[in-house]
């Protein structure tokens, strides 16, 4: 049963209320006058599927949720921004989340209409207790790592993209602009499944020990709509078992085991449940069994992190959880990388480095392109095609060179991938 311009209105007007947005804002963005808002408000004044569509990226909501027989007036960003006002009352970085979560909504679409959905159902959730101590955090974190790397398959190795291996598990990612105590969030959208975002601000390889991080949020911490992973809560109990989970997760024990042996190094030895908090932090819960000497030297280090694709500090934690590394020997390693002796033997053994842009632009790139396969299928219309691309480019049309995207649609066969414009 179709809903009346009048609830439309009033959905509309509880939407925008519950963001804190007056109207002349949201005609601001959205290209009406204060008193046109009014008017649809009031349910005096049709709304245009274009109007509709804005509307619904500018609160952050599905569209459907304007249409569907029952509204809801909350929703999962929503209930984080309440209970975490400093990211709410910053306008940028909600902005960006309320954007984002809009492409995640997109994104999914593109994929039912070319007929690749996910099943959000078939994601592993694990249900396990609360943590009773830090010790326990790290015992679950560690198991359900192994248990994680066993199913999907992955041995000891490195994982070589943690944004595809999450996608590919139906969990949306995004790249947004935080305060710098924040290095992720996970949020549980209705229509688009688990969706984290990892802090565009911060270095490669602190993002992927983060999203790392909030796929432990995903799944273990079934219960929670939204979580925000804060430095200043790194002794919460959640999230020292998140942290473990990564930690175990990116750089397996077995596998650095290998590797080290590989060039001569590391005996064995057993588990110190030690997990690191932050980039250059570590909390001790408690030592286990004996210290076997090691030779490990800075540049096994320098080896070891950047085949296993995590910063040297997460290594080097790493190894002192394994005992391979003395608190000494600890200490000495951090202070040099901290002084770039680790950045220069990097260069100096001519690892390659990241490109930092090339990651960024990842998402954006599956996104235009699917967006172009669906247009070529004839599933969605010009004028959508060039709606997506400058929402996830974010850019007026009149700032984008479509006789480029013309000429690519042109020559190029269904199925292919192209460059993004």
Do not use: W
Request: aromatic share 6%; hydrophobic share 40%.
């Amino acid at each position: 049963m179709a809903i009346t311009q009048q609830e439309l209105g009033r959905r509309l007007r509880l939407a925008r209320e519950a963001c804190s947005f007056t109207q002349d804002h949201v005609g601001e963005r959205v290209g009406l006058s204060r008193s046109a808002i009014a008017q649809i408000e009031l349910g005096n004044r049709a709304v245009t599927s274009l109007e509709l569509d804005q509307f619904a990226r500018l609160y952050g909501r599905d569209i459907r949720d304007f249409l569907a027989p029952e509204f809801a007036e909350d929703n999962a960003l929503l209930a984080l921004f309440r209970a975490n006002e400093d990211i709410a009352n910053r306008d940028q970085t909600a902005e960006a989340l309320r954007h984002c979560l809009s492409i995640g909504r997109e994104f999914t679409n593109l994929e039912r209409l070319i007929g690749l959905d996910r099943d959000l159902t078939s994601l592993i959730r694990y249900a396990y207790p609360l943590p009773r101590s830090r010790f326990d955090a790290i015992k679950q974190g560690t198991a359900i790592a192994e248990q994680e790397r066993r199913r999907l398959g992955l041995g000891d190795g490195p994982i070589e993209d943690i944004v595809d291996l999450l996608e590919q598990q139906g969990i949306r990612t995004a790249l947004v602009d935080l305060p710098d105590d924040v290095s992720g969030l996970t949020l549980t959208d209705r229509d688009a499944g688990p969706f984290v975002v990892a802090n565009r601000s911060e270095h490669l390889l602190r993002r992927t020990f983060s999203f790392a991080h909030e796929f432990a949020h995903v799944l273990l911490d079934v219960d929670s709509t939204g979580i925000i992973s804060r430095a200043g809560d790194r002794a919460e109990l959640m999230e020292v078992r998140a942290n473990a989970f990564a930690a175990n997760f990116l750089m397996p024990e077995a596998g650095g085991r290998q590797f080290l042996s590989a060039l001569g190094k590391a005996g064995e030895a057993k588990l110190l449940a030690e997990t690191p908090t932050t980039e250059d932090d570590a909390m001790a819960i408690e030592a286990r069994g004996d210290r076997t000497e090691s030779e490990i030297a800075f540049h096994d280090v320098v080896l070891l992190a950047h085949h296993f694709g995590v910063s040297r500090s997460v290594a080097l934690y790493r190894l002192r959880n394994l005992q391979l590394l003395s608190e000494r020997e600890l200490k000495d390693f951090l202070q040099q990388e901290q002084g770039g002796r680790g950045r220069d033997l990097a260069r100096f053994l001519d690892l390659p480095q990241p490109d930092h842009a090339s990651e960024r632009n990842k998402f954006r790139h599956r996104f235009l392109n699917l967006a172009i396969e669906a247009f070529t299928r004839d599933i969605i219309s010009r004028s959508k095609l060039e709606e997506l691309f400058a929402a996830i480019l974010e850019r007026p049309r009149s700032e984008i060179p479509f006789e480029t995207l013309d000429d690519i649609i042109a020559e190029r066969p269904t199925g292919v991938s192209v460059p993004a414009v």
